[in-house]
């Protein structure tokens, strides 16, 4: 740990393992409050299988979690899907009161102020199906927030996204994490991890291969930017080929979607 901020989730020892395919292996990682964590790596390198560990969505073949219980039944994980999906024929406050129903101290007041802090005030009664795809994703992180968790995980919030949707959802990330949420997030979104992650953390072949601040991975690979940080790393790790497919054992594993 960088401070003496107190650790939100602590995960050690991480293994998963499908079949006789190896995704993780061996990982920890502490997130501290108010930190902005990124998780990088070649697609299918295991990102996903990762946050969907940390968020309680998936138990590991071994290792644990620990994410501090909060007083009152307070929510302790946000969680926002690489693909978040809604009931078309709900408005967007319809979607959010419906998970307001199911949060401890969660209300009507605090519905309106989620969808005013994710720019979606202005929609609040449109049919999630009428959503341009960005306006979904914002959805998703407001689902993700209600009752203030003291952690978020996003997976993959900016894909798809225009640079200004991409930056927009990033600042309010910055702002979550300035009130003392720590945050974890994969993402592709390089530029944007850069000018807001304190800690980046490279998975490849389902181990971190290399973590630090950005400014200090650009310093270890002489690079000027973290896109360029990241092809050096994976690219010396695998020649040109930045997909993964875990490893067998015994063999190489070949297809299957992104985990």
Sequence with gaps: MTDDRPAALR????????????VLSGLSLTIERGEVVAVVGPNGSGKSTLLQILAGISAPTD????????????????????QPAFREG??????????AELLD??????????????GLADVADRAVGSLSGGMTRLLGLGQAVLGDPAVLILDE??????????????GIVGDLAAEGTAIVVASHELPAV?????????LDDGTFVVSGAPAD?????????????????????AGESTVRAGVGAGQSATGGAER
Excluded: K, N
């Design 157 to 170: 919030p900016g894909s798809g996204l225009d640079p200004a949707m991409v930056e927009r959802l990033f």
């Design 194 to 202: 850069e000018a807001h992650a304190e800690t980046v953390y490279v």
């Design 217 to 237: 991975l650009l310093a270890e690979t002489d690079t000027d930017s973290l896109s360029e940080a990241f092809l050096q790393i994976v690219r010396t790790r």
């Design 90 to 99: 709900f408005s967007a406050r319809d979607t959010l009161e419906f998970y």
């Design 63 to 82: 290792g644990s979690v620990t994410v501090p219980r909060r007083a009152g039944g307070a929510r302790s994980v946000g969680y926002l899907p690489q």
């Design 105 to 118: 101290g969660v209300d009507a007041d605090d519905v309106a102020a989620t969808l005013e802090r994710v």
């Design 11 to 22: 995960s050690t020892g991480i293994e998963q393992s499908f079949g006789d395919v190896d």
